[in-house]
């Protein structure tokens, strides 16, 4: 009974509240009449001045012509209000009519659907508690099941895998002696189970024996399917462990990252002079570009040769190696800034970018629409090739991005001049 006497209030609540938002304004007509007879009262007074003379004709009847368009005015303004609120009538209407029908209908269907009578569930002697929340699903919950699994279904290659991998879980990744000998037990049921023979080949890759690691993987890459969801995981790992443990694999792409240093050899560097430096590095740099000629699939290599040619200001070198790397992937909008920046660098003073140069940095525009370098350069470009309003409009967007005391405006807004004085 509490619960419906409670909705009633809530409803007479906002009923009572709404009652102002029903009412609607009376004001326009009484406004006009207002308005109306002090502009009667104008024209009179207007009239006595030009009888008795004080006023000339022509002024009176400029004054009266105002007057009138001013009462003009008024009737249409009236009109207009009163067509607004005719307008309005629906939205006026539409909020307390949602307003008393929400609570109207939710008090409709309580009474329909609840049980107003029933008292709260806690409160009733002997009621059945809500049933507790599943346990977590966790490593050993996990290994567990794997095992009762496994004693229900013992030649199941399924099961086994399952322990196996619940075992690995278990041990952070490693593939433990237990994990491996369910692993084996999985093989021999099912020789094809690509999860144990990859789980095989990772506990021997563990246990120091990479060559029978990368075998097996390699073994299970030629005989997998070519669409299977675990080849790319596959063979990066055999990629991983045939680089770490020196093994040749045929038909992998080989790295073309340059052998680190030793310390010897560290400090056999810095005991040169930094000419000999200098030249050292360059025969780094091209021993790098000499690989790459044998392997020109190898993208990272042609990245790390033009960032090295671009800090030996080898520019010509490092536009084309970003070229390179762009054609068996397109470069990011950072390496576009640097691939830009290495074409800029050959320009003379005055010079426009080639039209190499240009695709760059529309690339660049494109992906950065407010780069400095791009806005600059291909204002250059617009400039040059005879289009100064699109010179002046870069320009000027780059004019405003630069702070107050930057030593390039005097010379832009110069340029700005220039390119809108041209005919």
Same mark, same amino acid.
């Given at each position: 009974?509490?619960?419906?006497?409670?909705?009633?209030?809530?409803?007479?609540?906002?009923?009572? &509240?709404?009652?102002?938002?029903?009412?609607?304004?009376?004001?326009?007509?009484?406004?006009?009449?207002?308005?109306?007879?002090?502009? /009667?009262?104008? $024209?009179?007074?207007?009239?006595?001045?030009?009888?008795?003379?004080?006023?000339?004709?022509?002024?009176?009847?400029?004054?009266?012509?105002?007057?009138?368009?001013?009462?003009?005015?008024?009737?249409? +303004?009236?009109?207009?209000?009163?067509?607004?609120?005719?307008?309005?009538?629906?939205?006026?209407? &539409?909020?307390?009519? &949602?307003?008393?029908? *929400?609570?109207?209908?939710?008090?409709?269907?309580?009474?329909?659907?609840?049980?107003?009578?029933?008292?709260?569930?806690?409160? *009733?002697?002997?009621?059945?508690?809500?049933?507790?929340?599943?346990?977590?699903?966790?490593?050993?919950?996990?290994?567990?099941?794997?095992?009762?699994?496994?004693?229900?279904?013992?030649?199941?290659?399924?099961?086994?895998?399952?322990?196996?991998?619940?075992?690995?879980?278990?041990?952070? !990744?490693?593939?433990?002696?237990?994990?491996?000998?369910?692993?084996?037990?999985?093989?021999?049921?099912?020789?094809?189970?690509?999860?144990?023979? @990859? @789980?095989?080949?990772?506990?021997?890759?563990?246990?120091?024996?990479?060559?029978?690691?990368?075998?097996?993987?390699?073994?299970?890459?030629?005989?997998? #399917?070519?669409?299977?969801? @675990? $080849?790319?995981?596959?063979?990066?790992?055999?990629?991983?462990?045939? /680089?770490?443990?020196?093994?040749?694999?045929?038909?992998?792409?080989?790295?073309?990252?340059?052998? +680190? #240093?030793?310390?010897?050899?560290?400090?056999?560097?810095?005991?040169?002079?930094?000419?000999?430096? +200098?030249?050292? *590095?360059?025969?780094?740099?091209?021993?790098?570009?000499?690989?790459?000629?044998?392997?020109?699939?190898?993208?990272?290599?042609? $990245?790390?040769?033009?960032?090295?040619?671009?800090?030996?200001?080898?520019?010509?070198?490092? %536009?084309?190696? @970003?070229?390179?790397?762009?054609?068996?992937?397109?470069?990011?909008?950072?390496?576009?800034?640097?691939?830009?920046?290495?074409?800029?660098?050959?320009?003379?003073?005055?010079?426009?970018?080639?039209?190499?140069? %240009?695709?760059?940095? +529309?690339?660049?525009?494109?992906?950065?629409?407010?780069?400095?370098?791009?806005?600059?350069?291909? !204002?250059?470009?617009?400039?040059?090739?005879?289009?100064?309003?699109?010179?002046?409009?870069?320009?000027?967007?780059?004019?405003?991005?630069? #702070?107050?005391?930057?030593?390039?405006?005097?010379?832009?807004?110069?340029?700005?001049?220039?390119?809108?004085?041209?005919?």
């Amino acid at each position: 009974m509490l619960e419906f006497v409670l909705a009633l209030l809530a409803t007479a609540t906002v009923g009572a &509240l709404l009652i102002p938002l029903l009412r609607a304004p009376r004001r326009s007509a009484a406004r006009l009449d207002g308005e109306l007879a002090i502009y /009667r009262d104008q $024209l009179d007074e207007i009239e006595r001045e030009r009888t008795a003379g004080t006023i000339a004709e022509r002024d009176a009847d400029a004054a009266r012509l105002e007057i009138e368009r001013r009462a003009l005015a008024a009737a249409d +303004q009236s009109a207009n209000r009163l067509t607004s609120q005719a307008d309005s009538l629906l939205h006026k209407v &539409l909020a307390p009519a &949602l307003a008393l029908a *929400i609570p109207l209908l939710a008090l409709g269907l309580y009474l329909h659907m609840g049980r107003p009578g029933l008292p709260a569930a806690p409160t *009733i002697a002997g009621a059945p508690r809500p049933s507790a929340p599943a346990e977590p699903m966790d490593i050993a919950r996990l290994v567990r099941m794997a095992q009762d699994r496994v004693t229900a279904q013992p030649n199941d290659a399924e099961a086994q895998s399952a322990l196996g991998e619940a075992l690995t879980l278990e041990a952070d !990744g490693t593939v433990t002696a237990a994990a491996a000998a369910a692993f084996r037990k999985a093989v021999a049921m099912q020789p094809g189970d690509a999860r144990a023979v @990859y @789980y095989l080949g990772l506990h021997e890759a563990q246990s120091g024996d990479s060559r029978a690691a990368v075998e097996r993987w390699r073994a299970l890459e030629a005989s997998s #399917p070519p669409d299977a969801p @675990y $080849l790319p995981m596959l063979r990066s790992e055999i990629t991983r462990v045939a /680089r770490a443990a020196n093994i040749e694999v045929p038909g992998a792409p080989q790295s073309t990252t340059p052998p +680190q #240093p030793s310390r010897e050899q560290q400090d056999a560097m810095a005991a040169l002079t930094p000419e000999q430096r +200098q030249q050292a *590095i360059r025969g780094m740099v091209e021993g790098l570009a000499a690989r790459l000629k044998d392997n020109p699939q190898d993208r990272a290599g042609w $990245l790390r040769l033009a960032n090295a040619w671009k800090v030996l200001g080898e520019n010509a070198n490092a %536009v084309d190696a @970003y070229a390179r790397a762009d054609t068996l992937a397109p470069v990011d909008a950072r390496l576009l800034a640097d691939w830009a920046e290495a074409h800029v660098r050959q320009l003379k003073p005055g010079e426009a970018p080639s039209p190499a140069a %240009v695709a760059v940095l +529309q690339r660049l525009e494109k992906a950065e629409p407010r780069n400095g370098l791009a806005l600059f350069y291909l !204002g250059a470009a617009a400039f040059a090739a005879g289009d100064k309003k699109a010179a002046a409009e870069r320009w000027k967007t780059l004019l405003a991005m630069l #702070p107050a005391d930057a030593p390039i405006r005097a010379m832009l807004e110069e340029r700005i001049r220039e390119a809108e004085t041209a005919k």
